[in-house]
């Protein structure tokens, strides 16, 4: 199995959460073992992908370098990981990806538009070899051994609309598109409020998000699925995951799971050589995984 690109440079134009401004997100193929690296075209500033990179966990996974970041990675990243994409060069003049939907659906869509191409060298793959945990209380992050790769999140939300949640995911790029992808980020209506009288979510809206109030959802389309809420936090847990820069095999489970945590997941992981293996996809070590990216 080779590592891949996409076949054509593709483009669209969205509003950012934050500024609430357009934002024009371009994205271009890459050579072998170039891994996914972000430019802003306003600043000529480039920022690979790495959780050393990662400069802000609160809201949403930013990365940065010399004081340039670039906010709300995370559900485009979501998108070209789960199309297994190796190398891609992500292009953006401001300092966030676009918000679309709230969920990955339109970068999902822009893949497509795009096209997979293989490249000539053999794709990398992150064997987990140890089970690591990061645990903050009754909230916990988890990769452990395994030859198949299945996310599983649990969430609890003292809320009528969510209360508790869990969902699987046996990930294929077809599940992925089917069961995850159109599940949209969720806020509360009192966060909201808070965070534009700090000048912050400006872009917000329902158009990008599920709101909720005490008791309700606001959006007057109501839900995509039931356990929308933890659909979206698979979404993301498959973004902060692609800051190890690779595709990992194995088993990752959430309890209340965060960008935060996933940040500390990615950095534990790294840190000890034993923790994985670095394999290439030749031979018959290709087969399960290619019926996963394909
Ligand atoms: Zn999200």
Do not use: W
Request: aromatic residues 8%; charged residues 25%; proline residues 4%.
């Amino acid at each position: 199995m080779y590592q891949t690109t996409i076949k054509k440079a593709v483009e669209l134009v969205g509003i950012g959460l934050h500024k609430g401004s357009p934002v024009r997100l371009r994205l271009e193929p890459l050579e072998d073992n170039s891994g996914i690296v972000f430019y802003r075209s306003d600043v000529d500033v480039a920022i690979s992908l790495s959780p050393q990179n990662v400069v802000n966990t609160k809201m949403a996974t930013v990365i940065g370098k010399d004081g340039y970041v670039i906010s709300t990675i995370e559900h485009l990243l979501s998108a070209v990981y789960a199309y297994g994409i190796d190398n891609l060069k992500v292009i953006v003049d401001a300092d966030e990806v676009p918000v679309m939907d709230g969920s990955s659906a339109s970068f999902c869509m822009l893949l497509d538009e795009a096209g997979i191409q293989e490249l000539n060298a053999p794709k990398k793959v992150m064997m987990i070899k140890k089970d690591i945990i990061v645990q903050e209380g009754d909230k916990y992050v988890k990769l452990s051994p395994s030859p198949d790769l299945k996310y599983d999140f649990k969430i609890k939300f003292p809320h009528p609309v969510i209360k508790n949640q869990e969902y699987v995911l046996e990930f294929t790029k077809e599940s992925y598109k089917n069961e995850i992808a159109r599940a949209r980020t969720f806020g509360f209506l009192h966060e909201v409020q808070y965070l534009r009288s700090k000048g912050l979510a400006l872009g917000g809206s329902l158009e990008n998000a599920i709101v909720l109030d005490e008791k309700k959802v606001l959006n007057p389309e109501g839900l995509r699925f039931s356990d929308e809420f933890v659909r979206h936090k698979i979404l993301d847990a498959i973004g902060d995951m692609s800051l190890i820069g690779m595709n990992f095999v194995g088993n990752y489970e959430a309890m209340a799971g965060s960008h935060d945590l996933n940040h500390k997941l990615t950095i534990e992981l790294l840190k000890n050589p034993e923790n994985f293996e670095v394999i290439e996809l030749v031979g018959e070590k290709t087969m399960e995984l290619e019926k996963a990216y394909v």
